[in-house]
């Protein structure tokens, strides 16, 4: 029950590109097609459900003050959560690698639609964002889990609805200056109004 | 008088305005220029009409109900015109507001863009004053409408290229702007300088969530709101959303007319229905809000105004015939969804239909995707 709510909490409540505005470079870019989007928001929610047990890892039996202690007492204060960056990072980089080649090897339409923005979830802040989230909520590895693949489902979620709702206002008459990326920021914060009929529920 | 804004007039600038009144009153002899040509005296300004009339009685009650509660409020009683007149002191001038600020951006952004003046803002203009309290500041329904019809509607090109209702958008805004002047039990009633005890100022919604005793329908008759009443509507709530029965008849003419979609409309009900079982089953307690029967979700709050006339803007709708099932009945699942669960939110129906006007276009495309394989599979046998 507790995992179901953190489930319905990060798909809805506060949902990682709506509500946190994280991940924004690569919604706004791919969401230009409906077919690119949901290959993108596949791949967000592969890659989230991957790194996020696996960063808990590291953060667990690495990185934490203490969490060495498996090698012997005498690590037991090394602290080296300075590092949580580049490992964190270091880990995404080597999923996004796996992912890009799975999608090559097996759909390469959409590894040429998702272009140059595969390689760029690398950085996408929605994905680290996630890891960060994790350490500082202080997740269980269950939490953790669920947590990585419902903000995924959420990303999924936002991006497809938008894909879908640009691809009807290309029949509008937009405003000429806000035409592309302007109208695009507009309609996020309109559908940002519209997520925030869950905010407050808990189950 | 024409000459004087066609190309090359003097007032060329602000033929939107010129074009505005006269289709107003007249038909225009205009033709299409090409192709085909289909003379029918059934335009969108007929249209939105149509859809005033619709909300109309509702319109009036509300006016009548603002003034009955202004009165009972101070334990006094009047005639019926007295009740009208003093209710329409306080909506008209919203309206008043909502046609002349917004008004005014529309006709702007027509000059600007040398289009003609769209007709959504007739509908809109009636809708907004209909969705707030009586007692809301006026500049904050100018700045509410401002918002509504630019970002909500103007940016897209206008009437009929919007995503998200105008009236919505501009009801959401004053929502999460200024929630002192839309929520609470205070501002549902204009009360004059002394208010009797018996008065009861909650809204139904709050007033059922507030507990009690016995089961939550005896607590709801206890504090005077059974259902016979609730249906009619004499209740403090926002001006144009109390009389169930009113908008249910304004809902039935737009149905017969051709106006509003009845699959819409149902399938609003229908998952509201769905939903209230479902918060019947999970109910603690006979007294909790959640052992509500469904009819009385119905006849509370913004369900009936919404499901009627803001579920149906054919624009922000789902535009597919199976789309208009699953849109409205979300619609109707989440808004008793968001009363039961969401305890930040006691009214969710607004809010609903304005998350599922963002999902519209997605329930679209799957539908046609879907009726696109199903046709080439059937071809290619």
């Known amino acids: 029950m507790e995992l179901l709510n953190l489930a319905i909490n990060s798909i809805f409540v506060s949902n990682i590109l709506l509500a946190s505005f994280l991940g924004m470079c690569s919604f706004l870019a791919i969401s230009k097609r409906i077919s690119a989007s949901i290959g993108m928001g596949a791949a967000v929610v592969f890659v989230l459900t991957i790194t996020a047990p696996v960063s808990w890892l590291m953060n667990e039996y690495i990185l934490k003050e203490g969490a060495l202690v498996w090698l012997g007492d005498s690590f037991k204060n090394v602290d080296l959560s300075f590092m949580t960056y580049i490992f964190f990072i270091a880990v995404i980089a080597a999923m996004v690698q796996l992912v890009e080649m799975i999608v090559e090897k097996f759909s390469p339409a959409l590894y040429t639609a998702l272009g140059i923005f595969l390689p760029l979830i690398t950085v996408n802040c929605a994905i680290l964002g996630v890891a960060l989230f994790m350490v500082e909520r202080k997740y269980t590895f269950a939490q953790t889990t669920v947590f990585g693949f419902s903000s995924g489902l959420g990303y999924f979620l936002a991006i497809v609805t938008m894909a879908a709702i640009r691809k009807k206002i290309r029949y509008s008459n937009v405003v000429p200056a806000l035409r592309g990326l302007g109208i695009t920021m507009i309609l996020t914060g309109l559908l940002a109004m519209a997520f925030m009929i869950f905010s407050g529920i808990q189950l | ?381």
Request: with cysteine; charged share 15%.
């Open chain 2, 1 to 381: 008088m024409k000459n004087l804004f066609d190309k090359g007039g003097k007032f060329e600038k602000f033929y939107p305005i010129y074009e505005m009144f006269e289709t107003m009153l007249f038909v225009r002899p205009d033709r299409t220029k090409s192709g085909a040509h289909l003379r029918d005296h059934f335009d969108i300004k007929r249209l939105m009409a149509f859809v005033l009339i619709g909300c109309f009685p509702a319109f009036i009650f509300g006016m009548y109900n603002v003034g009955y509660q202004h009165y009972v409020s101070q334990g006094l009683s009047a005639s019926a015109i007295s009740y009208i007149l003093k209710g329409a002191g306080y909506v008209i001038p919203i309206m008043l507001v909502c046609y002349i600020v917004g008004g005014f951006w529309e006709i702007l952004f027509a000059i600007i863009r040398e289009e003609e003046v769209n007709e959504g803002l007739f509908v809109t203009g009636f809708l907004v004053p209909l969705i707030v309290p009586a007692s809301i500041p006026l500049w904050q329904v100018a700045v509410a409408i401002s918002f509504g019809v630019i970002l909500g509607k103007e940016v897209f090109g206008g009437t009929g290229m919007n995503i998200f209702n105008p009236a919505l958008v501009t009801r959401a805004f004053l929502f999460f702007a200024y929630p002192a002047a839309i929520s609470g039990n205070k501002v549902w009633t204009i009360f004059g300088d002394k208010v009797v005890d018996s008065y009861t100022k909650a809204t139904p919604l709050a007033a059922a969530l507030d507990g009690g005793s016995g089961s939550v329908v005896q607590n709801l008759t206890e504090k005077g709101y059974t259902f016979k009443k609730l249906l009619l509507g004499l209740h403090p709530g926002s001006v144009g959303e109390t009389s169930a029965l009113l908008i249910i008849l304004g809902g039935i003419f737009l149905i017969i007319t051709g106006i509003a979609s009845w699959r819409i409309m149902v399938s609003v009900f229908a998952g509201g229905f769905a939903m209230a079982l479902i918060l019947n089953l999970l109910a603690p307690s006979q007294s909790s809000f959640l052992a509500l029967p469904f009819y009385y979700h119905f006849v509370m709050g913004g369900f009936a105004f919404g499901a009627v006339f803001m579920a149906t803007d054919p624009v922000s709708a789902s535009q597919t015939e199976t789309g208009k099932y699953i849109y409205g009945f979300l619609i109707g699942f989440l808004a008793v969804m968001v009363r039961g669960l969401n305890p930040a939110y006691p009214e969710g129906m607004m809010l609903a239909i304005l998350f599922m006007n963002a999902f519209a276009p997605l329930i679209d495309n799957i539908i046609v995707s879907r009726n696109i394989k199903r046709r080439l599979s059937r071809a290619s046998n």
